[in-house]
């Protein structure tokens, strides 16, 4: 078997340091464009610059990220995340569209193929960290901080692992190196999901009960703190306790959403829902995100998902599916009778984060209404840059800045903050949990506030103002409307992938074509006819898991187990 291609899996080389010692012969040389792992040991400034920079991975196929190097999931990238799932399709493909189709292979991966390289290999650089830091000249208080961020790191890493593949392996502190023997089948054992989980959540108890409150000092922002180790904590009991995996309970999921609320650290922005993700300072519902300034600048969303009229390139455009499913701004799906929709004015009263997320025809952006009308449209396949005009006839606003350029925008442009975790996310899961625990009314024990009020209270931020939930919602009305709220208050932001399967609905979701709308202009009036934007879209119960690329399982010898049906 061929060592280089074993390596895939706990990703042995280039930790930006050297690991390894050679037998030092007349070939042998030291490098000047590495800094050696006995100066970084040495060194704690640069000890703790190797473990900041372990919120950071490898780009490992193309167009991944733009400038900076890719961090936790995908983020900001072209294609987008949302672009796998029923929110959005990528415009320009870029390996999405097969994913989309149900043709997703162990050979073909696409986007979905990064993963499991990019999170061992973090693992390994993790455990080399937590191996070697008793041997930097630091505080033992510094040293202690710095071990709970590793373990946080670590346990994200594992968490990304886990919500795409099942069961993983878990390799504790073992810092594999080339002289390890791989033909040893425990190195490639994956433990079932309920063991996976376990580790993970106790790693972030471990980690939670030393981090910082808060990023101030030397622990800058977009460091891990307690509420980030608690936020993941909350997420991943959620999924625990959701039926695609089993593995928990509902009281752990409340008990692990509550912790979180009882910090009193956070709350639901009141700057206003678009505001939030395009904030460059802080804000007390952002828990945990990457940040960027200029020089370290990530995709300029305003080009790549731009609409065509304003020489933008599409990019991620949103689907008629996540239209439809923003209800009225009295709280009424359109489906509803009595909601008041008119499917010839289709954009009238509707949830206000609609108007802050999606471009529609008609709507205001920058200094004009958006065209994607035809004959004629300046938005639309009539208009300059044509080969870039939405399939959907939407484009992308949540995450944008008019303020920054969409000509020329390098090096200017793409410095909003990538929010990993957000208070409403944790209000979310609060709510859920709570609601399959005891209904939407009852205030689970140990929390001061029901799953209704939970939901209230992003329902009506400033610059939302839905309705509130009133009392009296059954259990079932209510699972279903936390279910709505989440695809949209959290639309675009790596989450209905995700949710869909652990809900074990993904055969509905997934297997409805990806709508779009087709605008035809006459005269003064308009007709809005839906469309099919994207065929063949296909959903089977394997899709559930991603699967592990193939050349893992070849470098396991065949040892490791591929997920089931691939």
């Known amino acids: ?202 790693q972030l108890d471990e980690a939670a009960a030393v981090l910082p409150e808060s990023n101030n000092g030397s622990w800058l922002r977009g460091r891990a703190t307690k509420g980030a180790a608690l936020a993941l904590k909350s997420r991943l009991a959620l999924y625990a306790a959701s039926p695609l995996y089993n593995a928990g309970t509902w009281e752990a999921a409340v008990s692990a959403a509550n912790a979180v609320i009882t910090l009193n650290r956070y709350a639901i922005s009141q700057s206003g829902y678009r505001q939030l993700f395009r904030k460059t300072s802080d804000d007390n519902e952002i828990i945990f995100a990457r940040y960027y300034s200029v020089g370290a600048r990530h995709v300029p969303l305003e080009i790549a998902n731009g609409p065509n009229g304003y020489d933008g390139w599409g990019g991620n455009v949103p689907l008629q599916n996540l239209v439809d499913a923003y209800r009225m701004a009295n709280g009424k799906a359109i489906s509803d009778p009595t909601s008041g929709y008119d499917p010839q004015n289709p954009y009238v009263d509707r949830d206000p984060r609609f108007y802050q997320t999606i471009l529609f025809n008609g709507a205001s952006y920058r200094e004009r209404n958006i065209e994607t009308f035809t004959p004629g449209g300046r938005d639309s396949k009539d208009g300059p840059s044509n080969w870039n005009t939405s399939r959907t006839g939407y484009y992308l606003m949540k995450f944008t800045d008019e303020d920054m350029p969409i000509n020329n925008p390098w090096n200017i442009a793409g410095l909003q903050p990538w929010i990993y975790f957000r208070y409403a996310e944790v209000l979310l899961n609060f709510a859920e949990a709570a609601n399959e625990l005891s209904g939407p009314d009852a205030v689970p024990a140990g929390a001061s506030l029901s799953a209704r009020d939970a939901i209230n209270q992003i329902r009506t931020r400033t610059g939302v103002g839905m309705p509130a939930v009133p009392a009296g919602v059954g259990q079932q009305e209510f699972r279903e409307l936390i279910r709505n709220e989440r695809q949209i208050e959290l639309a675009f932001e790596e989450h209905r992938f995700y949710d869909v399967r652990r809900w074990k609905i993904a055969e509905q979701t997934e297997n409805v074509p990806a709508y779009g709308i087709d605008v035809i202009k006459s005269g003064n009036t308009l007709t809005y006819t839906r469309k099919v934007a994207l065929d063949g879209r296909s959903f089977v119960a394997k899709h559930y898991w991603l699967p592990i690329p193939r050349e893992e399982i070849q470098a396991s010898n065949n040892t490791l187990q591929q997920n089931p049906g691939y």
């Open 1 to 202: 078997m061929n060592t280089i291609n074993k390596i895939h899996l706990f990703v042995l080389a280039a930790l930006a340091f050297t690991t390894t010692a050679c037998k030092k012969d007349f070939l042998d040389v030291t490098p000047t464009d590495k800094v050696s792992d006995a100066a970084v040991l040495a060194d704690s400034v640069l000890f703790e610059a190797f473990v900041v920079n372990r919120y950071l991975g490898v780009r490992i196929v193309n167009k991944e990220n733009e400038g900076t190097p890719p961090g936790f999931g995908r983020g900001f990238e072209y294609a987008m995340w949302s672009s796998l799932s029923d929110e959005s399709v990528y415009n320009n493909d870029d390996n999405t569209w097969f994913i989309q189709r149900g043709q997703l292979l162990p050979e073909n991966t696409g986007i979905a193929g990064t993963l499991w390289k990019r999170s061992y290999r973090s693992i390994r650089e993790c455990n080399y960290a937590l191996t070697h830091i008793n041997e930097v000249p630091m505080s033992d208080a510094h040293k202690n901080l710095i071990i709970a961020e590793l373990k946080f790191i670590r346990a994200f890493r594992y968490h990304d692992l886990i919500r795409n593949y099942g069961g993983v392996v878990l390799i504790g502190d073992k810092v594999t190196e080339l002289t390890d023997d791989f033909s040893d089948p425990s190195l490639f054992k994956r433990e079932d999901i309920a063991t996976s989980l376990a580790y993970v959540l106790a």
